[in-house]
């Protein structure tokens, strides 16, 4: 039997010079790493071997686009692209209209390849390194894909890379978003029967990014810009076998946007619908009191969903409304303030509106603190439906927006608040939407139209 080693020893030397490198190291570690070197050089000839075999069929060569005539061979010219492999060369025909129109160079090898006239890197390496840009620095992610597959990709080509795509991403959006304005809804997300009986969680929440103060120059004082963020899940219950009754969230969908409400409103409205919002047999809204995303709500989602007032949230004005009333320190208003609490997370909201429409008759209460007190009871009013704690309860639903901070972590934090990162609008843009690409399942297709000849 021959010995697969034994074959490389025939072939010509660059190949022999890897083999024996791998024979020669000492170490395990050692010796596959240069065999990890052997394996790419291998594949770069076995790629080129097939291109060149592909290259040498018969090409049906197409009509001049301008004059018509049926375009001729100009013979082959070399083509080269980088790939995950390394640099693949190979030769093939190229064709010129004989009429000389200037249609440039016509390669029907590149075409049926899925390469575009002046691609100089192959899709599934843009698609490994974006993949590596969604979590990492561009510079770590041009070294972590120089480690992992021996390419030597810049943080730059990186850069670009993920502002070519993002851009795709963006004008895909745009297109779906001028599509929801001319009234044509989306196509659900495919679920099963399961999966569509959960209720759908809608939630969202601002997060502020250091932006530098224009694009294109590092220099001027941080700008901090807020990002709204909207999530929608599937909340799945069920009992474990100890009969603890546990929810997850399944089907997590991401929305960000870098501007207003009035931004976020049919971006989530589209993600909506494909999550099914007008089928669905129950929708909740979770959010805390920020009056943008309740507007929101009483606009878009209050017709659909049941609208919850996130418990810590109001909580905290309950404090801060105690605080004001009867002085933050005294044994009175902590004692007050967790009977309160009770009451609201116990079915008895009432009785503390009660409480404080009350104290608001008072006379001797401070202007400021009769101001602090009316507004904590105008908030609890106007929210009246979104604070039945007990009942959200008794139905298996949360009381905590935790889900969408989570989120904005996630997509946010994570990524855009690292040390000393300052960011440009379109840089800024570009990335967010591959990220959303990422966790909402849509990332790989924005890399299908590279390999797809006919797009
Ligand atoms: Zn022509």
């Known amino acids: 039997m021959l010995c697969l080693t034994d074959s490389i020893r025939q072939s010509d030397s660059s190949l022999q010079t890897l083999l024996v490198a791998v024979e020669e190291a000492p170490t395990l570690a050692t010796i596959i790493l240069a065999a990890w070197r052997l394996a790419r050089a291998l594949a ?19 009509c001049c686009p301008q004059c018509g005539a049926r375009l001729h061979s100009k013979g082959f010219i070399p083509r080269q692209v980088d790939t995950l492999l390394g640099c693949i060369h190979w030769r093939r025909r190229v064709g010129r209209c004989p009429n000389g129109c200037k249609i440039g160079q016509v390669a029907p090898l590149d075409e049926d390849l899925g390469l575009q006239p002046h691609q100089r890197t192959s899709g599934e390496l843009k698609l490994a390194a974006c993949a590596l840009a969604v979590f990492v620095p561009f510079e770590t992610a041009a070294t972590l894909l120089r480690l992992l597959s021996g390419v030597q990709t810049s943080p730059g080509a990186v850069w670009l890379w993920v502002q070519e795509v993002g851009q795709r991403a963006m004008e895909w959006l745009q297109r779906e978003l001028e599509n929801l304005a001319k009234g044509q809804l989306p196509d659900e997300e495919p679920m099963d029967e399961r999966m569509a009986a959960q209720p759908l969680l809608v939630g969202a929440d601002g997060v502020m990014v250091p932006f530098r103060p224009e694009d294109g120059t590092p220099k001027g004082k941080t700008v901090w810009r807020e990002i709204k963020v909207a999530v929608l899940a599937r909340l799945r219950r069920h009992t474990t076998h100890t009969g603890q009754e546990v929810s997850r969230l399944e089907r997590r969908r991401l929305v960000a946007v870098l501007g207003d409400i009035d931004a976020l409103s049919p971006r989530l409205w589209l993600e909506a619908v494909r999550q099914g919002i007008l089928s669905a047999q129950q929708v909740v809204w979770l959010s805390d009191g920020a009056r943008g995303f309740w507007r929101l709500f009483f606009v878009c989602f209050a017709q ?16 801060k409304g105690t605080a ?7 044994k009175r208003a902590r004692q007050w303030f967790a009977s309160a609490r009770h009451r609201l997370r ?41 604070i039945n704690y007990e009942k959200f309860k008794e139905l298996g639903l949360p009381i905590g927006s935790g889900f969408v901070e989570s989120a904005c972590k996630w997509l946010i934090q994570q990524r ?27 990332f790989d297709s924005l890399f299908q139209v590279e390999a797809s000849p006919n797009l």
């Open 44 to 62: 770069v000839r076995i790629v080129e071997e097939v291109l060149a075999k592909r290259a040498q069929h018969p090409t049906q060569w197409p």
């Open 304 to 319: 659909y969903a049941i609208g919850i007032l996130d418990f810590y949230h109001t909580t905290q004005n309950l404090w």
């Open 324 to 330: 004001a009333w009867l002085d933050g320190r005294t």
């Open 346 to 386: 116990h079915g008895e909201p009432d009785s503390v509106l009660a409480d404080i429409a009350q104290a608001l008759e008072l006379d001797g209460l401070p202007d400021s603190a009769r101001e602090t007190l009316a507004n904590l009871y105008a908030y609890l009013e106007k929210h009246r439906d979104h």
């Open 416 to 442: 855009f608040k690292g040390v000393g990162m300052r960011w440009g609008e379109n840089g800024f843009n570009h990335l967010l939407h591959l990220r959303l690409a990422w966790v909402n399942g849509s």
